[in-house]
């Protein structure tokens, strides 16, 4: 139960009292900074309390923006002001100080919530304060200001406003204009019947899993059920954000099962796909690795890019200042956040290829639609990176490293090597080409050498801070790199189950990176070193593989990365939920999904 304080003389007809109630607060009356200060005390210091102005006057979403938000320790609007646990300790000294200077007298004109936000920012607090758009909150000062306060808060649709608020500012186009429309009323269907973002977001993961097992039928009507059950998991995927934000069930673990969610579905219906093209004779399990390997490169460009511009100084180029210009003007702004197939456009175009085509022509048009579209990403971050006279931190430069994903044996290779090859870049960049020309060399021990070439290039890239132009670029080159000797080697083997097994053991390693990406987000860190060590790093993992080729005939190499998945998949998951469970764990709400 949370705690509101409302402080001064109550006023006739206000509803404050009873807005606040109904956002589960139980309300005391507080007399004066002194009274406010005894109250404050009696409050456990595990709950949420509040200091309201008995004179407040404003919609009952601008209390709930200002007062309800779990993200935030400290938070305020005008006539208002919160603490969570985390900032009772704060609002105690300012209550107090308050306390001392007034010596407990009634209260003055001015509010008492508004001097304990400014004493709050005066003692270097970071208090929140939410942007309320036509929203009204306010402390009038007298009669006459109060009536004009009533009618401007009679002349905003509160609930209006809040539904609008429930879509995010920045969305894709069919989203924005296919789904949002009807899903922020679904949003607010549940909200009126209890339901929680993290039970929409469960729901839609179990229908993207039954359209995938749909897809898997290999029939007609499988595929059609498939394609419509797939954008039905796309609108509950909307919806649970949407309820998120209407509601402000904002959660730790919320954000984390949204996150890593949206990957679940898309892969497993991947391999829906490619196990309902198998029963119609057609494999098609390269092509559905492949996309899988794509997008997730595509991420981690996205991802690397913006943690290496994190907080850089100096952040403008000409590129930057065609680009904002650009989304200026209605009708480039929707090209481009079309172009790059972000997720609403992909899942609607692998929707209906679904139902009225084949996987095969599926997962054609998606490989085409997502070079593309990581092209134009990539080509434009380049000529950012390459134009923009930015400094980079080192927090940034570390954020990059543990994207990287190092294990032992390049940590290893960097202690005992004294030469230092050149720029991290380009390092990263030969050792690449030497293991992708190893792959395609017909050769069986050509992948092992190409693999020892990339470990001791993996191990020197990142020997100095990567605080280059384009060093951002070095975590999606090993991810390519990866990936890329996986998917070769398993097409290489020729063998029935080769290809799924090395299917599933991407879509294990490509949940440790995202895990990580979203960790770092989150200012806590990589994982532990010791599940690196365990798993072996990215270049150990390459090398593991390479030299299971080598050794193994085709039926044990299935064998062995079946195992393999298995084993990174138990160790990496156990470690991730354990860490997003915990209470250490940081709180990422993302407004905005990588394309």
């Given at each position: 139960?949370?705690?509101?304080?409302?402080?001064?003389?109550?006023?006739?007809?206000?509803?404050?009292?009873?807005?606040?109630?109904?956002?589960?607060?139980?309300?005391?009356?507080?007399?004066?900074?002194?009274?406010?200060?005894?109250?404050?005390?009696?409050?456990?210091?595990?709950?949420?309390?509040?200091?309201?102005?008995?004179?407040?006057?404003?919609?009952?979403?601008?209390?709930?923006?200002?007062?309800?938000?779990?993200?935030?320790?400290?938070?305020?609007?005008?006539?208002?002001?919160?603490?969570?646990?985390?900032?009772?300790?704060?609002?105690?000294?300012?209550?107090?100080?308050?306390?001392?200077?007034?010596?407990?007298?009634?209260?003055?004109?001015?509010?008492l919530a508004d001097r304990l936000a400014l004493a709050l920012d005066a003692d270097g607090a970071e208090v929140h304060r939410?942007?309320?758009?036509?929203?009204?909150?306010?402390?009038?000062?007298?009669?006459?200001?109060?009536?004009?306060?009533?009618?401007?808060?009679?002349?905003?649709?509160?609930?209006?406003?809040?539904?609008?608020?429930?879509?995010?500012?920045?969305?894709?186009?069919?989203?924005?204009?296919?789904?949002?429309?009807?899903?922020?009323?679904?949003?607010?269907?549940?909200?009126?019947?209890?339901?929680?973002?993290?039970?929409?977001?469960?729901?839609?993961?179990?229908?993207?899993?039954?359209?995938?097992?749909?897809?898997?039928?290999?029939?007609?009507?499988?595929?059609?059920?498939?394609?419509?059950?797939?954008?039905?998991?796309?609108?509950?995927?909307?919806?649970?954000?949407?309820?998120?934000?209407?509601?402000?069930?904002?959660?730790?673990?919320?954000?984390?099962?949204?996150?890593?969610?949206?990957?679940?579905?898309?892969?497993?219906?991947?391999?829906?796909?490619?196990?309902?093209?198998?029963?119609?004779?057609?494999?098609?399990?390269?092509?559905?690795?492949?996309?899988?390997?794509?997008?997730?490169?595509?991420?981690?460009?996205?991802?690397?890019?913006?943690?290496?511009?994190?907080?850089?100084?100096?952040?403008?180029?000409?590129?930057?200042?065609?680009?904002?210009?650009?989304?200026?003007?209605?009708?480039?702004?929707?090209?481009?956040?079309?172009?790059?197939?972000?997720?609403?456009?992909?899942?609607?175009?692998?929707?209906?290829?679904?139902?009225?085509?084949?996987?095969?022509?599926?997962?054609?048009?998606?490989?085409?639609?997502?070079?593309?579209?990581?092209?134009?990403?990539?080509?434009?971050?380049?000529?950012?990176?390459?134009?923009?006279?930015?400094?980079?931190?080192?927090?940034?430069a570390q954020a990059l490293a543990d994207l990287a994903d190092n294990g032992p044996l390049a940590a290893f290779v960097a202690?005992?090597?004294?030469?230092?090859?050149?720029?991290?870049?380009?390092?990263?960049?030969?050792?690449?080409?030497?293991?992708?020309?190893?792959?395609?060399?017909?050769?069986?021990?050509?992948?092992?050498?190409?693999?020892?070439?990339?470990?001791?290039?993996?191990?020197?890239?990142?020997?100095?801070?990567?605080?280059?132009?384009?060093?951002?670029?070095?975590?999606?080159?090993?991810?390519?790199?990866?990936?890329?000797?996986?998917?070769?080697?398993?097409?290489?083997?020729?063998?029935?189950?080769?290809?799924?097994?090395?299917?599933?053991?991407?879509?294990?390693?490509?949940?440790?990176?995202?895990?990580?990406?979203?960790?770092?987000?989150?200012?806590?860190?990589?994982?532990?070193?010791?599940?690196?060590?365990?798993?072996?790093?990215?270049?150990?993992?390459?090398?593991?593989?390479?030299?299971?080729?080598?050794?193994?005939?085709?039926?044990?190499?299935?064998?062995?990365?079946?195992?393999?998945?298995?084993?990174?998949?138990?160790?990496?998951?156990?470690?991730?939920?354990?860490?997003?469970?915990?209470?250490?764990?940081?709180?990422?709400?993302?407004?905005?999904?990588?394309?």
């Open positions: 139960m949370s705690t509101a304080i409302v402080t001064g003389q109550p006023v006739p007809g206000s509803s404050l009292e009873s807005d606040l109630r109904s956002l589960g607060f139980e309300v005391r009356t507080a007399t004066d900074a002194s009274d406010t200060e005894t109250l404050l005390a009696a409050v456990p210091a595990q709950e949420r309390v509040a200091v309201v102005d008995a004179r407040f006057v404003g919609h009952p979403h601008a209390l709930r923006l200002g007062l309800t938000d779990p993200r935030f320790p400290l938070a305020a609007v005008p006539g208002a002001v919160t603490a969570q646990p985390a900032g009772r300790q704060a609002l105690t000294r300012a209550v107090a100080r308050e306390t001392s200077a007034g010596g407990g007298t009634a209260l003055a004109v001015d509010s939410p942007a309320l758009g036509s929203l009204v909150a306010t402390v009038p000062a007298g009669p006459q200001a109060r009536n004009e306060a009533r009618q401007a808060v009679a002349a905003v649709d509160d609930e209006a406003v809040r539904l609008k608020s429930a879509v995010k500012a920045r969305d894709g186009f069919f989203t924005t204009f296919f789904i949002s429309p009807y899903s922020r009323y679904i949003a607010r269907w549940c909200a009126r019947r209890g339901l929680t973002p993290n039970q929409v977001t469960t729901a839609s993961l179990l229908t993207a899993l039954i359209a995938a097992g749909c897809a898997a039928t290999g029939t007609r009507a499988g595929f059609i059920a498939a394609g419509v059950l797939l954008i039905a998991s796309f609108v509950l995927d909307c919806t649970d954000g949407q309820l998120a934000r209407y509601s402000l069930q904002y959660s730790t673990l919320g954000a984390w099962l949204d996150a890593t969610f949206d990957r679940a579905k898309e892969y497993a219906y991947y391999a829906g796909l490619a196990l309902g093209a198998a029963r119609g004779g057609d494999d098609v399990w390269a092509l559905a690795l492949g996309a899988m390997v794509l997008q997730t490169c595509r991420h981690v460009v996205d991802f690397s890019f913006n943690e290496s511009n994190h907080d850089a100084t100096a952040n403008t180029s000409p590129t930057a200042a065609l680009s904002d210009k650009l989304d200026s003007v209605g009708w480039t702004v929707w090209v481009r956040r079309m172009i790059v197939l972000p997720i609403g456009e992909r899942w609607a175009m692998i929707a209906v290829l679904t139902a009225a085509t084949t996987p095969r022509i599926t997962f054609y048009a998606l490989l085409i639609g997502c070079a593309f579209a990581a092209t134009y990403t990539t080509a434009g971050r380049v000529l950012r990176s390459v134009t923009r006279k930015a400094r980079r931190t080192d927090r940034a202690r005992v090597t004294r030469a230092r090859l050149g720029f991290p870049l380009l390092v990263a960049l030969a050792g690449a080409v030497v293991l992708a020309v190893s792959l395609f060399s017909g050769v069986t021990w050509a992948p092992v050498a190409g693999a020892v070439v990339y470990a001791v290039t993996s191990g020197q890239a990142l020997y100095r801070p990567l605080k280059g132009a384009l060093d951002w670029l070095v975590p999606p080159l090993f991810r390519a790199a990866e990936y890329g000797t996986v998917l070769v080697l398993a097409a290489h083997a020729d063998v029935n189950g080769a290809l799924p097994a090395a299917f599933g053991l991407v879509a294990a390693v490509a949940y440790h990176h995202y895990d990580t990406v979203y960790r770092i987000r989150g200012n806590a860190g990589a994982p532990p070193a010791w599940l690196v060590r365990a798993i072996g790093g990215q270049e150990g993992r390459t090398l593991l593989v390479a030299v299971l080729a080598a050794l193994l005939t085709a039926s044990q190499f299935k064998v062995a990365l079946t195992v393999l998945a298995v084993a990174v998949a138990l160790v990496v998951l156990v470690e991730s939920i354990r860490f997003w469970v915990s209470a250490g764990a940081p709180a990422v709400h993302d407004e905005g999904e990588p394309a």
